[in-house]
């Protein structure tokens, strides 16, 4: 009679703790936020920014290391394979991650990986040195019509945000401008200031980090950037262009639907600090917030759009 | 440049942390695999608490220390402890092998030490004007200089020209698997996931150096090194009057290595060749490149700490990182709130000045700090037993290759591509060669595509390749290097001949 007590005792705490765990998920610990490229880029400043304020609000450490290699390729092949309890999470980008598995075999898919939270976009811009003949859009755009091919533009990679930026804006005006990629938009905005090239398809942030010794023509943003009121969007300059290279966390797939949603409510919760957003916003990036549940629908919409752009300019089949 | 900077980077705190920095460093940059790359990320959450200018000399010291710290290995084991080491092989290794690992250690140091001085110096005095060194430089000088470094397997392979000639073809050729970092097409992968991350410079360093190190030491019965009457301690009076009697060959390697760390593409690894490259074109007839000549290792080690100040300039004064680790002191630098980029200099001039002035006390804490690590580096690889150094080292380059991205893949390659260069060793091909190609390909391959598209866009190929100045020099140099050894050693027989 006791034993059986005990018994039941047991399979009912048993019972308890099993379907404690699995409604509540919790960290143990500090956790790995993966970052598949080099330190130094976006993706890394980006994820050193969230690193004191994941402390502060959730009492452990978020400890960031690098998984470099084949453009991303090489940590997103392995995001799956890693434990899924909510311990380990990893940077993702856009397009990156639907240009790259649209290309060849690359290890994973788009609709494989457990996205969770975009969190920022670094929005498209078309820089050019503080010196330069172009003072504005307009003045690029009739010297690129007058001259088929002779303004060269640097940007980062091929296939990139900013290339496929290019092949829109060179599609939506009719001009040809000639693309140049570099290793990164360090190397890209080096060649501006240098003038190797004549304009720059950039970010917002290089107008940020270089100030004056550049001037941005116009930004890809539904509205101007806080940093640069003077700057127009694409959209007043009647261009409609929005969008840029986005930044976002995904969790392995085997990770539970409530790690899932734990995760994308805490790092809603820290896009939502106010001087987290401050933070963003003077490092020249701009916030964005679809968390788990939207992110179905973003991820199709922008989906169907790269594949589009990427097809028509042959970098796909 | 006031007092107050120089005495607020006195402070016993930023002291104790250049000191710090500088041991730190030391250490990690002696362990092959771990990068000064790799200690400044996993630093920097430390220094986000501090403040700036704190934060920057801890950085910096480190820095400073792990460029330096890569020597030991190179000189005592022929495995660079960091890329920036390659060239510190060619004569360190040689030395230590007949005896002289203790000289060859103390030379490093103080090779270094003049070299992070005059880096450090430049970028006291000179950074605004040397800054433009970094812009003057396009995909088309890159090209050439990434050609110019390639010549120098010319001069390492000495009467095996053609061996030397394969080895760096297949070093460019292993350089272009997997993703092309800027073209992004897949290449040469056979639909293996593996390679998609292509052959890394530090794994392959690990490879090809320090396996096939090992694998003789198994091999053969003799000691590591040899030691001649016990173990002395490190030489350092001897070292100093080396080093004192090379002055012009430390300070052309030191300007040399402070150049070309101002240009962002390039690094330790490059500006060592180079100097390495320069003091063996300028060698007197006595000289043995090759075969433990001190200059050698002094060219190499006054070049890659020079790279610390020099790649600081760019990146202090157009936020452009000279060199990776400056790209993770950029990204710290945001994080606490400076503006970087132009107006750097003149909004945070007393956290760039402080800065300075603590990257210089560091240099020189690194006098004492480096001979006595080294001291201690050199007793322990040549006393303990070869039974306890083989499992150890082996173990270290395993744990070395892993830590560069958590990928047990990379560490099958690594050993896989030791094992070839034990193997391809034995029909007289070396390692060097290869990994000059597989270091050089990359910056080769990239400026000839970006010129060739700029070229092609402006209508003037000939004048992209061919017609800027410093394009020129650049090709100048590099016939010189290809064509004087030819020359010589043809002016040579011929007397040799007329003697008879």
């Known amino acids: ?317 | 440049m006031e007092i107050g900077q120089f005495l607020s980077a006195m402070t016993p705190l930023n002291l104790g942390l250049a000191l710090f920095g500088v041991i730190a460093g030391t250490i990690v940059g002696s362990i092959p695999g771990l990068t000064a790359t790799m200690a400044l990320a996993i630093l920097v959450p430390i220094t986000f608490s501090m403040e700036p200018a704190s934060a920057l000399i801890l950085l910096g010291a480190i820095y400073t220390g792990a460029i330096y710290g890569g020597a030991y290995a190179a000189i005592l084991l022929n495995t660079p402890g960091t890329p920036s080491a390659i060239a510190t092989t060619f004569d360190g290794y040689p030395m230590a092998k007949r005896g002289d690992g203790d000289l060859a250690v103390a030379l490093a140091c103080f090779a270094s030490v003049v070299g992070g001085m005059v880096g450090a110096l430049a970028l006291l005095f000179l950074a605004p004007p040397l800054s433009k060194v970094a812009l003057a430089f396009g995909p088309i000088e890159y090209f050439w200089l990434s050609i110019f470094g390639l010549s120098l397997i010319a001069s390492l392979s000495e009467g095996n020209l053609a061996k030397g000639l394969a080895g760096g073809a297949f070093g460019m050729i292993l350089s272009t698997v997997g993703v092309a970092e800027i073209s992004a097409d897949i290449r040469l992968t056979f639909g293996s996931q593996t390679l998609i991350g292509g052959f890394g410079v530090v794994g392959a360093l690990i490879g090809l150096y320090c396996i096939p190190v090992l694998i003789d030491l198994v091999a053969v019965p003799d000691r590591h090194l040899k030691v001649e009457g016990g173990v002395r301690s490190v030489r350092i009076g001897e070292a100093f009057g080396i080093a004192m009697k090379s002055k012009f060959n430390l300070f052309r390697s030191s300007v040399i290595g402070t150049l070309v760390g101002i240009l962002p593409g390039a690094g330790g690894s490059v500006a060592g060749l180079v100097a390495y490259s320069e003091a063996k074109r300028t060698a007197k007839p006595h000289q043995k490149f090759g075969e433990g000549e001190p200059d050698g290792i002094m060219a190499t080690e006054s070049a890659n700490n020079a790279t610390v100040g020099g790649g600081f300039i760019p990146t202090l004064v157009l936020g452009i990182p000279g060199t990776p680790p400056d790209a993770i002191v950029l990204g710290a630098l945001l994080i606490q709130g400076v503006r970087t980029g132009p107006a750097m200099f003149t909004q945070s001039g007393s956290i760039v000045y402080t800065f300075i002035y603590g990257l210089i006390i560091a240099t020189i804490l690194m006098l004492p700090a480096g001979l006595l690590i080294g001291r201690y580096a050199y007793k322990s690889i040549v006393t303990i037993p070869k039974a306890v150094l083989v499992p150890t080292v082996g173990f270290m380059t395993i744990i070395g290759t892993f830590a560069i991205r958590n990928s047990i893949s990379d560490v099958v390659i690594m050993i896989c591509l030791g094992i070839f260069g034990w193997v391809v060793a034995r029909f007289g091909f070396k390692a060097s060669p290869i990994v000059l190609g597989l270091i050089l390909g990359p910056i080769a391959e990239q400026g000839f595509v970006q010129g060739w598209t700029i070229g092609s866009a402006i209508n003037d190929l000939p004048g992209m390749f061919f017609g800027r100045p410093i394009s020129q020099a650049i090709l100048a140099f590099t016939l010189i290097t290809l064509i004087l050894p030819l020359v010589l050693s043809r002016r040579q027989r011929k007397s040799a001949m007329e003697a008879d």
């Open chain 1, 1 to 317: 009679m006791l034993r059986r007590s005990i018994l039941k005792a047991g399979a009912a705490m048993a019972l308890t703790m099993t379907f404690g765990t699995s409604a509540q998920a919790e960290l143990n610990g500090p956790v790995n936020y993966v970052i598949p490229f080099g330190p130094g880029g976006e993706s890394d400043i980006s994820a050193r920014l969230q690193q004191p304020f994941f402390k502060d609000k959730f009492g452990q450490d978020m400890v960031v290391n690098y998984q470099p290699g084949g453009g991303g390729a090489v940590g997103w092949a392995s995001l799956n394979g890693l434990n899924g309890d909510g311990q380990t999470i990893m940077g993702i980008n856009l397009p990156h991650i639907v240009i790259k598995p649209a290309q060849k075999e690359v290890g994973f898919t788009t609709d494989g990986l457990n996205a969770f939270y975009m969190f920022h976009f670094t929005p498209d811009a078309i820089v050019v040195p503080a010196d330069s003949a172009y003072q504005t859009l307009a003045d690029l755009v009739a010297d690129a019509k007058a001259n088929p091919g002779q303004v060269t533009m640097s940007g980062s990679g091929k296939a990139s945000a900013n290339h496929l930026a290019q092949i829109k804006f060179d599609k939506m005006t009719g001009a040809l401008t000639t693309y140049v990629p570099f290793k990164g938009t360090g190397a890209s905005t080096t060649a501006l200031l240098g003038n190797q090239v004549k304009a720059q398809w950039g970010y917002t942030t290089v107008g940020a980090k270089q100030g004056e010794a550049v001037r941005m023509l116009a930004v890809a943003m539904e509205e101007r950037h806080p940093l640069f009121p003077d700057v127009p969007t694409f959209k007043e300059l009647g261009y409609d262009m929005v969008g840029g290279a986005y930044r976002g966390i995904a969790l392995p797939n085997t990770a539970s639907a409530e790690t899932t949603q734990m995760w994308s409510d805490m790092i809603g919760e820290i896009n939502a600090d106010p001087a987290f957003r401050q933070q963003m916003l003077d490092g020249g990036f701009a916030l964005l917030d679809v968390d788990a549940a939207g992110m179905a629908d973003f991820m199709a919409a922008r989906t169907v759009e790269y594949l589009n752009d990427a097809r028509e300019a042959g970098l796909i089949e």
